[in-house]
Each structure stands twice: as structure tokens, then as C-alpha cells.
């Protein structure tokens, strides 16, 4: 069964650093999607990204954040200089038609982030 | 402002026994709800979803009940086992969003 990775499983860095998550979305989806889950809080939505541009942006995805879709099958969330609060689980999804109720979403297995 | 959540944030349930996981959203124009699990380590995984123009659906061993009136979602597992175990997270999101508003998720904890 297709599905979406995202690596790295687990990352530590330092206060101020720049991270970068990677996602490969199911190869055929087009529609990608970055959640984020601080530990044992709901899963919230950062941004969605469709034909090279972001359709759709919560309030949490500020300036610090940014996407990516490199080439044909990589999509990248960066955070340019991470703060304590960034750390969670970022979850990547993608689905085939756009909006959710055009199809179901998938979504990987996530990245944790932890933030010293 | 809006909101998706839950009523209880556990339920444990005796396996083979029926479990209903409740759910209130409070944004009347959501018109498209959805039920993930995420089990210990994972992404959430898709359950069963419906539309606002239905009150019932009806999957394998699970049934989404909506009752628009007072903006309540239920996930209804039947026989419920072991690997039933996991977070329920019930979801929402209107037509032309990209984004899925989740709730604060169910701990469903079956006992032997």
C-alpha cells in the first residue's frame, strides 16, 4: 500500500537553529500538507501547498516556516530558527484531489522535533 | 471560534463490548467530518468520514452518527478488540478548506 515517509524520525537541536523535515507524498497525490502535535495536544494544521504554492496557511505558520517541493517527489518543511514551543510531532500528508472532502487524506508517521 | 472536541479524553471498554466515542464542534458551517485513530507512535490514520447531508455512515465494525442539530459527531465501534487501542481524533472541515480542524482526541483503552 502506497504511503507517505518522513524523515528524519527524530531530530535534537538547539534554540535558534534552522531544521529541515522531509516528506515523500504517495507519488501520484498532488496535494501536500503539513499538521503539527505538541505532545498530548491535538493535531493542528501549518499549511497546505498545491502546483508550487501554499493555498492555504494557519496562523502558526509564520515566518519562521516555510515549504518546499524541490523536485518531483521531496516536500520540505523548514523552520528557520527554532524557538522551545516548535517542539512536536510535524506530521506530513498528502491527498490526491485537494480539499479533504475530496479525498481521504494520508498522512506519514511523523517527525519528532525537540527543541533545547 | 471554532472548535472540534471530545467529550471524554479516555474511555476504556471491555473487549467485545460496544464503544462510542463522542464529539462537539461548534462551527455550524462544517459540512465534512472525519474519525482518524492514531495508535502509539504514528500519523493518524483514517477511519470513516460523512457529509453534512448525511446523520449516519456505515463502515466495517465502525458507524459515524451526525447530529447537526446540536452540532454532535459519535464514532460507534462494534465488538471492540484489542487493536481497537488507540487515540481517537474526531475532525472537521468545510468546503474549499484545505485544512482539517481536529479535536482534542479520545484515549481508548481496551481491557482483556
Known amino acids: 500500500e502506497p504511503e507517505v515517509t518522513q524523515t528524519p524520525s527524530h531530530q535534537v537541536t538547539q534554540m535558534g537553529q534552522e531544521v529541515i523535515l522531509r516528506c515523500v507524498p504517495i507519488s501520484n497525490h498532488l496535494y501536500f500538507y503539513w499538521y503539527r502535535q505538541i505532545l498530548g495536544q491535538k493535531v493542528e494544521f501549518l499549511v497546505s501547498?498545491?502546483?508550487?504554492?501554499?493555498?492555504?496557511k494557519s496562523e502558526i505558520f509564520d515566518d519562521q516556516f516555510s515549504v518546499e517541493r524541490p523536485d518531483g517527489s521531496n516536500f520540505t518543511l523548514k523552520i528557520r530558527s527554532t524557538k522551545l514551543e516548535d517542539s512536536a510531532m510535524y506530521f506530513c500528508?498528502?491527498?490526491?484531489?485537494?480539499?479533504?472532502?475530496?479525498?481521504?487524506?494520508?498522512f506519514g508517521e511523523g517527525s519528532r522535533l525537540t527543541v533545547l | 471560534g471554532e472548535s472540534v472536541g471530545l467529550h471524554l479524553p479516555t474511555l476504556s471498554v471491555q473487549e467485545g463490548d460496544n464503544s462510542i466515542i463522542n464529539c462537539a464542534y461548534s462551527?455550524?458551517?462544517?459540512?465534512?467530518f472525519i474519525w482518524y485513530k492514531q495508535e502509539s507512535g504514528k500519523g493518524p490514520q483514517f477511519i470513516i468520514d460523512i457529509r453534512s447531508n448525511m446523520d449516519k455512515r456505515q463502515g466495517q465494525r465502525v458507524t459515524v452518527l451526525l447530529n447537526k442539530t446540536v452540532k454532535h459527531l459519535s464514532l460507534q465501534i462494534a465488538a471492540t478488540q484489542p487493536g481497537d487501542s488507540a487515540v481517537y481524533f474526531c475532525?472537521?472541515?468545510?468546503?474549499?478548506?484545505?485544512?482539517?480542524?481536529f479535536g482534542a482526541g479520545t484515549t481508548v483503552t481496551v481491557r482483556a
Open positions: 501547498f498545491y502546483n508550487n504554492e501554499i493555498s492555504e
Open positions: 500528508a498528502s491527498n490526491l484531489q485537494g480539499t479533504p472532502g475530496t479525498g481521504e487524506l494520508f
Open positions: 462551527n455550524s458551517a462544517s459540512d465534512y
Open positions: 475532525a472537521e472541515s468545510r468546503s474549499n478548506d484545505y485544512k482539517l480542524s
